[in-house]
Nanobody
Framework: QVQLVESGGGLVQAGGSLRLSCAAS????????LGWFRQAPGKEREFVAT???????AYGSSVKGRFTISRGNAKNTVYLQMNSLKPEDTAVYYC?????????????????WGQGTQVTVSS
C-alpha cells in the first residue's frame, strides 16, 4: 500500500508559479515511480509528468519546458514546479505511484492515487 497526499495548489495569475508537493508513505519510496496527472472539468485526465526510480523524467507536451518534476527521497516527497502558468493549466492535479518504478505516461499503470489538489490560473 502507498498513501499519497498532495498539497500546494491554489489560485495564481497567468505567468505565475506554483510548487505542488506529494508526500508518500507506506512503501520504500525510492522503489517506485511517481507521476502527476491533471483533470479539468469536462475533460479527460491528462498526463503531466513522471519521474522513475532512476530519476528519469518525462513530460506532457503541453507542459514541457514550463514544469519540472523532482523527487526528494530523504523526505519521501515528489514535487512539481510549475512556471509560466496559463489559464489552460487550471485543473485538479493528482499524484500517483507506479510500483514498477519505470514511470509510464499511461495512467492505467499507476496503482495508487492521491486525493488531488486544485490549481486555478486566472487570466
Amino acid at each position: 500500500q502507498v498513501q499519497l497526499v498532495e498539497s500546494g495548489g491554489g489560485l495564481v495569475q497567468a505567468g505565475g508559479s506554483l510548487r505542488l508537493s506529494c508526500a508518500a508513505s507506506g512503501r520504500t519510496f525510492d522503489t517506485y515511480a511517481l507521476g502527476w496527472f491533471r483533470q479539468a472539468p469536462g475533460k479527460e485526465r491528462e498526463f503531466v509528468a513522471t519521474i522513475g526510480r532512476s530519476g528519469a523524467t518525462a513530460y506532457g507536451s503541453s507542459v514541457k519546458g514550463r514544469f519540472t518534476i523532482s523527487r526528494g527521497n530523504a523526505k519521501n516527497t515528489v514535487y512539481l514546479q510549475m512556471n509560466s502558468l496559463k489559464p489552460e493549466d487550471t485543473a485538479v492535479y493528482y499524484c500517483a505511484a507506479d510500483l514498477s518504478g519505470l514511470g509510464y505516461i499511461d495512467s492505467d499503470k499507476y496503482s495508487y492515487w492521491g486525493q488531488g489538489t486544485q490549481v486555478t490560473v486566472s487570466s
